[in-house]
């Protein structure tokens, strides 16, 4: 009898001991999990280069904002699962491991070259997790005119330099202005850049003349120099060229050798093979971020509320921007959240509004899943270096297979 009355006690303790651990639930109370992962694709640097550092610093930053607050994001923590790049591969887009669960909210990529982000658009599309890349200029998100369901960016497709010229150009110059756009027919996205544009300028009341040339031919460069100073009227005019590294190089030499006043505007990312090119105009949206997108802010704020310091100021700034626009996406559903459910999500990601990046408050376009409009700098080259000239507030443009 002892023997059984011993043997009922252990089972009654052991029966205590797992109802602690695992708690019994009412009938009618869900399964709550209460850690959410988002899944973080580092720079292409790794987690030891100075914006890998600064965008670790930022999202543990972030981190502990959710942990101590009252209700976290949606009722829930949230932890950053900062990935690694795979050793000794020639593409880690392609060769880093992902492990989905039922945990996973999204994955955030800070790699940045768009030879990386289109591998993991290509991985990653159509899942039922959110992707959200923290540039994208030149990544292509969408497919015949409409944006893959889960994929977002935070930079404008690289079609907005077309809509930032044409502001420009209406912002200073009388319609009777003398606008030249260089392209060639061979190269697609040449092409298609210069008829946007030509459009643009069309509707802004402008009468720009286009002028297709051979990019092989090398003489055709100093040709249409030529024939665009020789154009009828004594004032000088602009060139807006599409034509490539080489191409707009080309005519900036041969506008030098004819020492012509028209100016030339490069329709292509700022780089240091410019540099040498003094006067020629670029339109970017990150190229000055670094001076003056208000990122210095960003500094003093980590630093002020919990002394993290980054090095990186821009990097750091697009990392918060990812984290308030998952937030503030799960923010638009009933809360408190209940599981995880990733298709509100991602419909709520496309249409977030007010996200702060730096000085400016991005709204997303649901049509486009990147911000409708931003801050373009309007920079020049001088003295080897890039300097502002203007700022325009930019519209973003909808990706038109058409042109």
């Known amino acids: 009898m002892r023997k059984i009355f011993a043997l009922l006690v252990i089972i009654l303790c052991l029966n205590t001991s797992a109802d602690k651990a695992f708690p019994l639930q009412s009938p009618n109370e869900k399964i709550h999990d209460w850690v959410w992962n988002v899944l973080v694709v ?37 932890k950053f699962v900062f990935l690694s790049l795979p050793e000794s591969s020639d593409n880690p887009a392609r060769d880093i491991t992902f492990k989905f669960d039922a945990h996973t909210a999204a ?13 993991l658009v290509s991985r990653l599309e159509g899942r039922n997790i959110p992707l959200l890349l923290a540039g994208g200029e030149s990544v292509l998100i969408d497919k015949s005119g409409r944006p893959v369901n889960n994929v977002f960016a935070l930079d404008m497709y690289r079609d ?36 946007i544009c030509y459009s643009l300028l069309d509707n ?24 665009i100073e020789s154009f009828e009227g004594d004032e000088a005019g602009v060139v807006i060229s ?42 970017d949206q990150n190229v000055l971020l670094s001076k003056l997108g208000g990122f210095i802010e960003t500094r003093r704020m980590l630093w002020r509320t919990r002394a993290m310091p980054v090095s990186d100021t821009v990097a750091a700034g697009r990392a918060i ?22 298709g509100r999500l991602i419909q709520n990601l496309g249409r977030v509004k007010s996200i702060p990046f730096g000085n400016q408050l991005l709204d997303i376009s649901p049509s486009l899943h990147r911000p409708s409009e931003r801050d373009v700098f309007i920079v020049e080259v001088r003295n080897r270096e890039y300097s502002s000239v203007d700022i325009v507030k930019t519209k973003a443009l909808a990706y038109n297979p058409e042109y």
């Open 42 to 78: 580092p720079p292409s640097g790794g987690w030891e280069s100075e914006p890998g550092k600064s965008i670790k610093t930022a999202l543990s930053w972030c981190e502990q904002e959710i942990s101590e607050s009252s209700n976290g994001i949606g009722g829930h923590d949230v």
């Open 107 to 119: 994955v955030m990529s800070f790699m940045l070259l768009p030879e990386y982000d289109r591998i």
């Open 160 to 195: 907005y330099r077309c809509s930032a010229f044409s502001e420009y150009a209406r912002r200073i110059y009388p319609r009777e202005k003398r606008i030249a756009l260089a392209a060639s027919r061979f190269t697609v996205n040449q092409e298609r850049e210069a008829r």
């Open 204 to 227: 802004a009341g402008f009468m720009p003349m286009p002028y297709w040339t051979d990019a092989s031919a090398r003489d055709s460069y100093f040709m249409m120099s030529e024939e």
């Open 242 to 283: 599409f034509m490539g590294s080489m191409g707009a190089r080309e005519i900036w030499r041969n506008f030098m050798r004819l020492r012509t006043s028209w100016k030339l505007w490069n329709v292509a990312e700022p780089d240091e093979i410019y540099l040498s090119c003094k006067g020629m105009i670029f339109a």
């Open 321 to 342: 921007a990812l984290y308030e626009w998952f937030k503030r996406a799960v923010d638009l559903m009933p809360q408190p959240v209940d599981g995880l459910p990733h």
